[in-house]
């Protein structure tokens, strides 16, 4: 009784359907479910757009969304962001920022402290190197083409 429940919940999962990225020569795999906020460029508007997958049309290859539909082969690029290399450069440029300004009070109110070069050098390294990482690895873009390819998927048993 219970293994004909999972298996009834799993054949109405939301899960078992999204939109996959795959890469030439690598099994692994990029999936974007249903309810799911994706950024992408299409062939009209070649501006970033944030869209939230609604419902799919395997049939005819498109995608529902909450300001109207679009196809598949439509989209021209799809943009991800990284949150853990976000949250790397936020923290990076708070203690550089923070050095800063804690060095540059503790000289103001005591001119005995000592706030020199290498205070500067950590604090003015840490806030280059925070931004450094947010614009270098935070978005990454796939575009369509030769190496990506789009993909509607309906993995649901029936």
Same mark, same amino acid.
Do not use: C
């Given at each position: +009784?219970? #293994?004909?429940?999972?298996?009834?919940?799993?054949?109405?999962? =939301?899960?078992?359907? #999204?939109?996959?990225?795959?890469?030439?020569?690598?099994?692994?795999?990029?999936?974007?479910?249903?309810?799911?906020?994706?950024?992408?460029?299409?062939?009209?508007?070649?501006?970033?757009?944030?869209?939230?997958? /609604?419902? !799919?049309?395997?049939?005819?290859?498109?995608? $529902?969304?909450?300001?109207?539909?679009?196809?598949? @082969?439509?989209?021209?690029?799809? /943009?991800?962001?990284? =949150?853990?290399? &976000?949250? $790397?450069?936020?923290? $990076?440029?708070? #203690?550089?920022?923070?050095?800063? *300004?804690? &060095?540059?009070?503790?000289?103001?109110?005591?001119?005995?402290? @000592? !706030? &020199?070069?290498?205070?500067?050098?950590?604090?003015? *390294?840490?806030? *280059?190197? &925070?931004?450094?990482?947010?614009?270098?690895?935070?978005?990454?873009?796939?575009? +369509?083409?030769?190496?990506? /390819?789009?993909?509607?998927?309906?993995? /649901? +048993?029936?």
């Amino acid at each position: +009784m219970v #293994f004909f429940l999972i298996t009834g919940y799993a054949a109405t999962s =939301p899960a078992q359907e #999204f939109l996959q990225i795959e890469v030439q020569n690598d099994p692994e795999t990029i999936k974007y479910g249903l309810g799911q906020k994706i950024v992408i460029k299409t062939k009209q508007n070649d501006e970033w757009q944030a869209i939230v997958l /609604r419902k !799919f049309i395997y049939e005819t290859g498109t995608i $529902l969304y909450d300001q109207g539909m679009l196809q598949v @082969e439509d989209i021209v690029a799809i /943009r991800e962001t990284r =949150p853990g290399v &976000g949250a $790397l450069s936020v923290a $990076l440029t708070t #203690f550089g920022g923070a050095w800063l *300004a804690y &060095g540059l009070i503790s000289q103001g109110l005591d001119n005995k402290a @000592e !706030f &020199g070069t290498k205070e500067i050098v950590i604090g003015v *390294a840490a806030l *280059a190197t &925070g931004w450094g990482v947010k614009k270098a690895f935070y978005k990454r873009d796939f575009h +369509m083409g030769k190496r990506y /390819r789009l993909r509607l998927m309906d993995m /649901r +048993m029936k």
